[in-house]
């Protein structure tokens, strides 16, 4: 009789354990039917927290013509939003009351200003924190910034008028509209996406695990993805451009304004477009193009396993 009964107790044990998992599967995963898109459990928390998200520190600090600012942080989401005022301010708001200890930090020294905050425990997924970080950059603002994130989101409003700047994360996707440099741009994401509307530099930009997606390019530089595809519109190459991936396909779109020789190799995969290609084997998977004027600005495009395709823009952009 006993036995019937832990058996009966650890039926229903887990019956109620499987309900339990599908109430939350099924808020989990929601399909708009407009857009098709999925949104996963961590998305809605998210958008929940939003809404009850409250000022927990808030400072200023001057900013002195050669003092390069550092924003690193492991869990927070970082937006970088640019001010007409004299100073930076860093404002962080949270879900959850933090302690002293929780809250970010800021060390002035040499010629950086480092702002963060001590790692802690007591954040993982069932307590259900989130973070956000503005920093508020002034627009007169001329030297280096460098953003390291682990696993947070960072986005940014129209950046410019910086020598360089530098954006990593881990486990984050990297996102904004215009972002403007003197020198170099460095954007990089591990396994996370990067989406920009526009970009004018020298760049770097690379993701391991994650798509790429640039609206409009000016400058030269790299791209690469080892497992992603890579979306770019050229407005306007200086010198020289190169984008590779291991597996994922390429989508380039150039401005007819454009003068430049391509160069394109896919191991796997075909290249397509609506220039006039001198295509070197029967496979389709190489190809050599030159149009426009001397000089000739050098494109290349390599993908192991993926399709090119490059075409070139009905209008300006």
Known sequence: MRKDIKIFSFIKFISLAIIAVSFILFYAV???????????LNSIINDNALLKLKTQKEEEYEIDKNKNIIIRFTNENIKVIPTKESKIKIVEKCNKTLSEKEKFKANEKDNELLIGKENYKNKIFLNNRYEIIEVYLPEKYSEDLVIEANSGNVT????????????ETTSGNISGEKLIANNDV??????????????????????TSGNISIKSLFGSGNI?????????????????SEIETTSGTVNVKMNKNINFQFEGNCSSGEIYSNFDFDYKNKKGNEAYIKTGKDPFIDLKVNTTSGDINITKCKTDN
């Open 30 to 40: 929601k399909i708009d039917n407009n857009s098709t898109k999925t949104r996963t």
């Open 156 to 167: 940014f409003d129209s950046i410019s008028n910086l020598k360089n700047v530098s954006c």
């Open 186 to 207: 460095k954007i990089e994401a591990t396994s996370g996406n990067i989406k920009i509307d526009e970009i004018r530099s020298k760049h770097e930009i690379e993701t």
């Open 224 to 240: 690469e993805s080892t497992s992603g595809c890579v979306d770019v519109i050229y407005n306007k190459l200086d010198n020289y």
